[in-house]
C-alpha cells in the first residue's frame, strides 16, 4: 500500500469512527431509560439468584474470582486467541465441577466432599454466563490498552 492509500484509508477509519460514535450516542439518548430498566432488571435477576447456602455462595465467589484473574492472565498472553480460551476454561471447569462428566463415570464427588449442596443446572448456566462477561469485561479492555501502547510505542520509535 502506498502512503496515499494509507493516508486515506485512515481518514475514512477516523470517519466511520466518528460517525459510529454519533450513531451510538443518539442511541443512547434516545433508549437511555430502557436500557438503564434492563440493566437494573438484571442486576436484581443476578441478586434474587444468588445461592443462599454458604457453600454454594463461596463457590460462586470464588468462580467470579477466578473469572476476574482468568481474565487479566489470559489478557498479558495477548490476542484474542487466548481470550478464545478463557472463554472456553472459564464455563467449562465450571460445569465440569457441578455436573462432572457422567459418560465417562465422572461424576461430582467433590462438591459433596466439601460439604457444597449441588447447584441446579439452570444455576451452573446462569453463573456461567456470568462469569463469560466478567471475563470479557476484564479481558477486553486490559487487551485493547495493551494494542494502544504498543501502537502508541510504534508510532514514538
Do not use: C
Not at 83 to 91: C, D, Q, S
Amino acid at each position: 500500500m502506498t502512503r496515499a492509500e494509507a493516508g486515506a484509508f485512515k481518514i475514512l477509519k477516523g470517519l466511520g469512527i466518528a460517525v459510529l460514535s454519533v450513531v451510538a450516542l443518539v442511541l443512547v439518548a434516545v433508549y437511555w431509560e430502557p436500557v438503564l430498566d434492563t440493566i437494573v432488571a438484571t442486576w436484581n435477576y443476578l441478586i434474587d439468584r444468588i445461592p443462599t447456602d454458604g457453600g454454594q455462595r463461596t463457590a460462586v465467589l470464588v468462580y467470579l474470582i477466578a473469572a476476574v484473574v482468568l481474565g487479566i492472565l489470559f489478557s498479558q498472553a495477548g490476542h484474542f486467541t487466548a481470550y478464545g480460551i478463557a472463554m472456553g476454561l472459564v464455563p467449562l471447569l465450571w460445569v465440569l465441577f457441578w455436573e462432572g462428566f457422567p459418560p465417562l463415570g465422572l461424576h461430582p464427588v467433590w462438591t459433596s466432599n466439601m460439604g457444597i449442596t449441588h447447584l441446579s443446572p439452570s444455576q451452573v448456566a446462569l453463573w456461567a454466563v456470568v462469569a463469560a462477561v466478567v471475563t470479557t469485561l476484564v479481558f477486553v479492555p486490559l487487551e485493547y490498552r495493551e494494542k494502544f501502547q504498543r501502537h502508541r510505542r510504534a508510532r514514538r520509535g
